[in-house]
């Protein structure tokens, strides 16, 4: 029988990619390789309460991918990894050490580009466009309505599907 080495995680990058040498480069043989840490909230019951509970995974991310999406994995992108987990051990001064991360075989990003971070700098999200007041906070003004793309304000009588 075979083992089974498969992880699936959704989480929230907990920094910037690209911040430092550390978490993107090249490998020797040319290939890029990202590395990413998410948090993953769970809740549970405590006695009578409910608790969050933050747990942090360190996410290796290569090749192609890696390089795509460095301009949107920005800290507090929601996204899905899909991968196996790798135990890296190593000796230092005599003392052992060992470390389990995850590679990522699939990532897929979540949310909107209006999410946190969503969008690379210097672009609308999602045809949001915020609006600034006396060089405050944000005001959120409300979208054009959707008219289905049919000019009108109602879906048409049948559904082409």
Do not use: C
Request: no cysteine; charged share 25%.
């Amino acid at each position: 029988m075979t083992d089974i080495n498969h992880v699936t995680l959704v989480g929230r990058l907990t920094r910037d990619l690209g911040t430092d040498e550390r978490s993107f480069g090249y490998v020797a043989n040319g290939q890029a390789r990202a590395n990413i840490s998410i948090a993953v909230n769970r809740t549970r019951k405590q006695g009578e309460q409910w608790v969050d509970e933050a747990n942090f995974f360190d996410v290796t991310i290569w090749g192609k991918t890696a390089e795509n999406l460095k301009p949107y994995l920005t800290k507090g992108k929601q996204i899905a990894i899909d991968g196996y987990l790798k135990q890296d051990r190593w000796e230092k001064d005599g003392q052992k050490f060992s470390r389990v991360t995850v590679v990522a075989n699939n990532v897929q990003l979540l949310g909107g580009r209006s999410d946190n971070g969503g969008a690379p700098q210097g672009g609308s999200a999602g045809g949001y466009t915020p609006r600034f007041q006396n060089n405050a906070a944000p005001v959120q003004s409300e979208p054009a309505p959707y008219d289905g793309g049919f000019g009108g304000g109602d879906f048409p009588e049948e559904i082409p599907f």
